[in-house]
């Protein structure tokens, strides 16, 4: 059976702190893994990783997927109170279908 | 170009009672995957499809669960005689084509089930 990791399963940090959100993946069949950003609603696509050690880069935000290790981070530099949400990562396999983790809520204090 | 629409937003059912949760997809979207969230958990996948047809139902139970996308109109998921544990999130999500490509969520439909 698929599986996905996330860790820290929490966090809390400061305004201006940067931050690495971990994602660990047992996918059949692997053709992709993405990252969303969820606040209280539908998730919202962040980036949709297939290359090992290719980074995307949005703003603050970045990602890099490694396919030997089965990793991918997420890192999300001077983190704002805007930050503050769950952060799922989830794997594709064959169908498409995505495996999601159990999500990392990132508390950002002011 | 509207996003993938749900309907509807909450829905409040007594047990025994059916649910019926509406999903559109995004324009020139022709994949639909529909996603349970129980409190606490990440999302689980149930069933994706395609025009007519349920390419995979394997997170989907058994009994009592449903869903459909016909040629024309929304793809339905459909509860019948809903139990509390079927209180959750439902969320449905689309994507133009198989293979890697983004999948972009509605706003989801939050069942109650009293």
């Known amino acids: 059976e698929d599986k996905v990791v996330q860790s820290p399963l929490s966090l809390v940090v400061h305004e201006g702190d940067t931050v690495t959100l971990n994602c660990s993946y047992e996918?059949?069949?692997?053709?992709?893994l993405l990252w969303y950003k969820q606040e209280k609603k539908a998730p919202t696509f962040l980036f949709m990783l297939?290359?090992?050690?290719i980074e995307k880069k949005s703003g603050r935000l970045s990602s890099i997927l490694d396919k030997k290790e089965l990793f991918s981070i997420l890192n999300i530099t001077a983190t704002q109170t805007g930050d503050s949400a769950v952060y799922l990562c989830?794997?594709?396999?064959?169908?498409?279908?995505?495996?999601f983790g159990k999500g990392i809520t990132l508390s950002v204090r002011p | 170009n509207a996003g993938v629409m749900q309907n509807p937003r909450h829905l409040v059912r007594r047990r025994g009672q059916e649910a019926r949760l509406r999903c559109s997809p995004m324009?020139?979207?022709?994949?639909v995957y529909w996603y349970r969230q129980l409190p606490e958990e990440g999302l689980k996948f149930m069933v994706y499809?395609?025009?007519?047809?349920?390419?995979?139902e394997s997170g989907m139970p058994k009994e009592r669960f449903s869903a459909e996308f016909p040629k024309e109109g929304p793809s339905i998921l459909r509860i019948q005689q809903v139990v509390r544990g079927d209180s959750a999130a439902y969320f449905c999500?689309?994507?133009?084509?198989?293979?890697?490509?983004?999948?972009?969520f509605g706003q989801g439909t939050r069942l109650t089930v009293v």
């Open positions: 324009k020139g979207h022709s994949h």
């Open positions: 999500a689309s994507s133009p084509l198989i293979g890697p490509a983004e999948a972009f």
């Open positions: 996918v059949t069949n692997f053709r992709s």
């Open positions: 297939t290359s090992s050690g």
């Open positions: 989830a794997g594709t396999g064959a169908n498409s279908k995505l495996t």
């Open positions: 499809l395609q025009k007519e047809n349920i390419i995979d």
